[in-house]
């Protein structure tokens, strides 16, 4: 029982990431993407109007209001799919029938990763379900943020007193990260890096914390409060030093109490896909089978 008990890593005070935030232009063009092209399936119960989408993978969400789309985020966001290859198929026919035409939809592959821009100009790093530590075959498993030298140690701090969050600092791909637990084998990790321009403008992202109150009274105190919203939710601007109070990097923060109604919440999800009786589905399935067969002659 030792065993069993001592083998997994500890959560913190952070027990689920559950959402990143960021604006779109274009719903249809977001339809195109991240449902026809990722597989992910819009919330039919919230975010469902034509000002705001809630688009499903496994237990979390992108939120996609409509607005202005901001210069890129300076880092990528990973996910985890069931069927690496399927994306790739869905993601290549839809960028040979040109839906992706004059954005800067990219897709590369690096390892047993597919590297993907989207067409708002957000980084994704897509991981085949098994390849990585996580919960679901599906899901948001972690948020890569690009900060300035010399900040990855003050935030791990911040992390550790103020968020209650373990927070560890080490070298991811060759950079100096402090990669934090905000839910079972989900992080947030902070990785130094040299870039024009760290702003990470509008995006945000959502965390359920069990010290809710306690948090923010503390934001409130430190003038990093920025406001109330609906049920048990508020707002902060950026992580602080906790030696001295001041910033140490801009990303806002959703925080949400365990008393939310939507923690937890049952999602609609359409995996698997590969099944849908359509013939773009067909086509898909014919070039999968192909691949597949060339590698497994």
């Known amino acids: 029982m030792t065993e069993q008990i001592t083998k997994f890593p500890e959560v913190g005070a952070a027990v689920h990431l ?6 779109i232009a ?5 339809t195109t993407f991240f449902m026809s092209g990722l597989g992910l399936t819009r919330d039919p119960y919230k975010r469902c109007d034509e000002t705001n989408m809630g688009v499903n993978m496994g237990l979390q969400q992108f939120h996609l209001p409509r607005g202005e789309v901001t210069p890129p985020f300076p880092g990528e966001i ?11 198929e869905r993601l290549t026919r839809l960028q040979d029938a040109g839906s992706f ?64 969050c373990p927070a560890l600092c080490t070298e991811i791909d060759g950079e100096l990260t402090t990669q ?7 992080s947030l990790r902070y990785r130094e890096r040299e870039v024009a321009d760290y702003a990470t403008h509008n995006l945000h992202v959502a965390i359920y914390v069990t010290h809710f109150n306690e948090l923010r009274r503390y934001m409130i105190e430190h003038g990093n409060f920025l406001y109330d919203a609906l049920d048990q939710t508020f ?12 910033p140490l990097f ?3 923060h959703e925080v949400r109490g365990l008393y939310h109604p939507d923690y937890m919440r049952p999602l609609v999800n359409r995996w698997p896909l590969v099944a849908e009786p359509f013939s773009d589905q067909a086509t898909i399935r014919a070039r999968l089978t192909a691949r597949r067969n060339k590698a497994n002659p």
């Open 78 to 88: 990973g996910l985890l799919v069931p069927d690496l290859e399927a994306v790739r």
């Open 235 to 246: 707002f902060f601007e950026q992580p602080l030093d906790p030696a001295g109070g001041g």
């Open 101 to 164: 035409a004059d954005t800067p939809f990219a897709l590369s592959n690096t390892g047993d990763c597919l590297e993907v821009t989207s067409p708002f100009g957000i980084e994704l790093r897509l991981h085949a379900a098994g390849s990585i530590e996580f919960l679901q075959p599906l899901g948001l498993v972690y948020v890569n943020v690009s900060v300035p030298p010399r900040t990855a140690e003050p935030i791990a701090g911040f992390y550790r007193q103020i968020m209650h």
């Open 26 to 30: 274009d719903q249809q063009l977001a």
């Open 250 to 252: 801009h990303l806002q």
């Open 18 to 23: 559950e959402h990143v935030n960021f604006p």
């Open 180 to 186: 934090v637990s905000v839910g079972p084998y989900q």
